[in-house]
């Protein structure tokens, strides 16, 4: 009924617990999830469990914070993109919120980044999975210029304004909503969720962060998509069994899970 459009469940603290985590999405109604890449180096990993088990698909990409890593090429990317079951290039993007000492000036090589895996989602035709914090102009800008209209993609973990929702969904892109929607400080981001078309919405749970309501501060997991389908419902007026339909078939759009089947 629900998919998790964006975890990582290749991370460490799954590895003993996975039958389980299993069992709880089964449990729940979360019948599959996208494994989320955030280096080149875990990429192998992440790929696996897409290759192990029939609901879980992969990603290809280097998350913008992650320093110190295998810098990607679009060859790179593509190549790897190329393998059964990844059905998107990210979570790629821009984020100005951990600069420390740096200035925006001194992020070049983010942005430099962030265009490779555009190229990469121009030459494949693969969805974007997007990450900005602190950075949607830049984000934005960078989009139509290197994309040129010609690439699509998903802003997950969406915690921006309404002006970037408009500009996002002008570019063609999805809005995927967290748990943050179910924080009691996030009455701006259950307005914006209000304002998005329900059939360019997605839900995830960005697992093992970001636990929604009422399981706020633990390691979350995929089963939890469950509690932001209860939340968007809510906000969208409809029951959340409609929520579930609504959300998976725009999933199944998006990433054209039925070629990969
Ligand atoms: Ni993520």
Not at 57 to 81: I, Y
Not at 223 to 249: C, M, N
Request: proline fraction near 4%; charged fraction near 25%.
């Amino acid at each position: 009924m629900f998919v998790d459009s964006h975890c990582h469940l290749n991370f460490p603290q799954y590895a003993d617990v996975l039958d389980q985590l299993r069992a709880d999405m089964a449990q729940s109604g979360v019948d599959r999830a996208l494994c989320i890449s955030t280096t080149l180096e875990e990429f192998p990993q992440v790929h696996d469990l897409a290759m192990r088990f029939d609901n879980f698909w992969a990603t290809v990409g280097v998350h913008p914070d992650n320093e110190g890593v295998q810098e990607p090429s679009v060859d790179d990317l593509v190549s790897r993109s190329k393998l059964p079951r990844v059905v998107g290039i990210g979570e790629t993007g821009l984020d100005y919120f951990r600069l420390g000492e740096r200035t925006v000036a001194d992020m070049a090589w983010q942005r430099e980044r962030f265009r490779v895996h555009i190229r990469a989602a121009q030459q494949t035709g693969l969805p974007l999975v997007i990450h900005t914090r602190q950075a949607s102009e830049d984000t934005l800008a960078i989009l139509a210029e290197e994309g040129q209209g010609k690439v699509g993609g998903v802003f997950h973990c969406f915690t921006e304004s309404q002006a970037v929702a408009r500009a996002a969904l002008d570019l063609g892109f999805y809005i995927s909503f967290s748990g943050i929607l179910t924080f009691k400080t996030a009455g701006d981001i259950r307005e914006v969720a209000r304002f998005v078309p329900i059939d360019r919405c997605l839900i995830e749970t960005d697992s093992p962060y970001l636990a929604p309501m009422p399981h706020r501060g633990k390691t979350n997991s995929p089963a939890y998509v469950s509690l932001v389908a209860k939340q968007l419902a809510e906000i969208k007026g409809v029951d959340v069994e409609e929520l579930g339909r609504i959300t998976s078939a725009n999933f199944e759009e998006l990433f054209s899970l039925v070629r990969n089947l």
